[in-house]
């Protein structure tokens, strides 16, 4: 992804995402909106911005067809550990169902090197108060519309061996563009986790931390939305923002983050591989899957039979 997740096109018999929202909006009690004009860009499901009789404005989203009744609940409670656990922004939450998500309006990102610096010292609290003995989370949550499965575990390299990268191998798409080698290379790199990387305890995590989810409040305040968390590497997060081409005005940022947190100098050199993760994760749910599918075997390259 080095992007979003987004919605799936739509049939030609549903309805337009405008009319979807609100009738959905009405359906759920809030009459009062008497508008909704379409957000570009949004993530696993149809989203605008819904304007109400009385002038204020919320941003909605729904599912054309949700994933499971849980997605937007525990997306929610997301959005909640984060403020709350982790001292983040994130918008408040109007109103969830099994298939509309309302919340509070936010603005642009602004284009600013400030901006930034405010966003490293945002995740640097985030994960530095938020340690934890285990990793997992107390219920599974969604990274677009895949189910994250977060049981529980005392081993960092097992809980993402398991339940962040070989848990993708079943995916039909990931099966389809994966052949044999691949899967064999993943393996054998699972099996070396505590070789290639060091050991870092669990902290809350986003999730999914790509820089369209990076929002900014009223005040100019960094604000997170789309969270996918669990307690696990802090390099979860940072391997996101670092792969998804962050603009020019955060040439900062890493090095900001690295000393707000101590950081050790070697953190580039294993982007690559917490990034699958990710890249796995987008190969599951997208038809134009190459830029990953490439990224993935790069990185896969000195696990293979033979190599």
């Keep these: 992804m080095t992007s979003g ?4 096109p739509m049939s030609a018999t549903a309805a337009d995402p ?3 929202l609100l009738g959905r909006l009405h359906a759920a009690g809030m009459t009062d909106v008497v508008a909704v004009e379409h957000a570009s860009g949004g993530q696993a499901a149809v989203a605008g911005v819904a304007r109400r009789a009385d002038g204020t404005s919320v941003f909605v989203k729904g599912f054309v067809e949700a994933p499971s009744d849980d997605a937007f609940a525990a997306e929610a409670a997301g959005l909640d550990a984060l ?4 001292g983040a922004t994130t918008p408040d939450v109007v109103l969830v169902g099994p298939d509309l998500l309302v919340l ?3 603005h642009p990102r602004p284009a600013d090197a400030a901006f930034w610096e405010r966003l490293a010292h945002v995740l640097a609290r985030l994960h530095a108060t938020t340690t934890h003995p285990r990793f997992g989370w107390h219920e599974d949550n969604w990274l677009g519309r895949r189910r994250q499965v977060n049981t529980w575990h005392d081993d960092g390299f097992e809980f993402f061996a398991q339940h962040r990268l070989l848990r993708w191998l079943d995916e039909p798409r990931v099966r389809a563009l994966l052949d044999a080698a691949d899967r064999a290379a ?3 790199l699972c099996a070396r986790l505590p070789e290639l990387l060091p050991v870092r ?6 999730g ?3 820089a369209g989810n990076v929002l900014a409040g009223a005040d100019g305040t960094p604000a997170l939305i789309d969270p996918a968390v669990s307690y696990t590497w802090a390099d979860i997060d940072l391997a996101h923002v670092w792969s998804t081409a962050p603009p020019p005005e955060a040439a900062r940022f890493f090095d900001l983050y690295a000393d707000l947190t101590g950081l050790d100098d070697a953190w580039r050199e294993r982007m690559p591989i ?3 993760r990710q890249h796995l994760a987008v190969i599951a749910q997208f038809e134009h899957v190459r830029g990953a599918v490439e990224e993935l075997r790069a990185t896969l390259a000195p696990f293979r039979p033979g190599s």
């Design 186 to 188: 993943l393996e054998r």
């Design 18 to 20: 405008t009319t979807l």
């Design 83 to 86: 403020r709350t656990l982790g």
């Design 274 to 276: 917490v990034q699958l």
């Design 208 to 210: 999914d931390l790509w």
């Design 201 to 206: 305890p669990a902290c809350l995590v986003h």
């Design 104 to 106: 509070e309006v936010l």
């Design 5 to 8: 997740f987004c919605e799936p």
